[in-house]
Each structure stands twice: as structure tokens, then as C-alpha cells.
């Protein structure tokens, strides 16, 4: 196999794990951003941020947790679950 070719397949590589843990970052900044605004008692500026993290994410059933608990504080009797965050 040529250099180039080896080289070039590496960096292809490479730029794929860094954009995944990107990604990764960006879910787990929401959540903590969430924590920090639950902790702080701002609920509503919260559940808005826990909402935004997919199913995908690891702390999903986490966040998932935490807007039941608000629900259950502020007396709200239902959870609104976004759609496009459920499939997957």
C-alpha cells in the first residue's frame, strides 16, 4: 500500500473519532449546563436544556429523571416528549 494512500486513510480516521467526540462533548455540555440551571433552581431554563439531549445520549435517562422531577416540583401533571428525540 503507498504511503499516500496509508496516510491519507489515517487522517480520514482521525477526523472521524475527533468529529464523534465532538459530538459526544456537546451532549454532555448540555447536560451539565442543565445540572448547573436544575442545581441553581431556574427549573424552566432546565427542563428546556434536558429536552434538547437525544436518546442517544448516555445521560439520557438522567436527564429523562430530572424533567419528571421538575414536572413533579412546579405540579405540571405531564411531560412533553420531543419525537424526533425518541427514535433511535
Do not use: K
Not at 6 to 19: C, D, G, K, M, P
Not at 26 to 46: I, Q, S, T, V, Y
Not at 65 to 74: D, L, N
Amino acid at each position: 500500500m503507498c504511503l499516500a494512500v496509508r496516510s491519507e486513510r489515517i487522517t480520514a480516521l482521525l477526523v472521524v473519532l475527533v468529529l464523534a467526540r465532538v459530538g459526544v462533548v456537546l451532549f454532555a455540555d448540555d447536560f451539565a449546563d442543565a445540572e448547573r440551571l436544575f442545581h441553581a433552581g431556574a427549573l424552566a431554563e432546565a427542563d428546556a436544556v434536558y429536552a434538547r439531549i437525544p436518546s442517544t445520549d448516555r445521560n439520557y435517562a438522567e436527564a429523562a429523571f430530572r424533567r419528571a422531577t421538575i414536572c413533579y416540583v412546579t405540579g405540571r401533571l405531564w411531560l412533553q416528549i420531543s419525537p424526533s428525540y425518541t427514535s433511535g
